[in-house]
């Protein structure tokens, strides 16, 4: 990839954390651990040629 990735994930973090807070900045007092949104860290995987479904379906897969 041309993009930093590191620089791009931190961006999405950032800008996705200003929006949700300024909409849901009531809920969000009683449900954040201090001040923080997202946690530091991220996991960056390349799926190949995997199609879309069988990527959902490891997502969902993880919730157990």
Excluded: H, M
């Amino acid at each position: 990839p041309t993009t930093n990735l590191v620089k791009f994930i931190n961006t999405v973090k950032g800008a996705t954390a200003r929006r949700i807070r300024n909409e849901y900045e009531d809920e969000l007092k009683t449900e954040l651990w201090g001040d923080s949104f997202w946690n530091d860290s991220y996991c960056l995987i390349s799926t190949g040629q995997v199609s879309l479904d069988v990527l959902k379906q490891y997502v969902e897969d993880q919730r157990e």
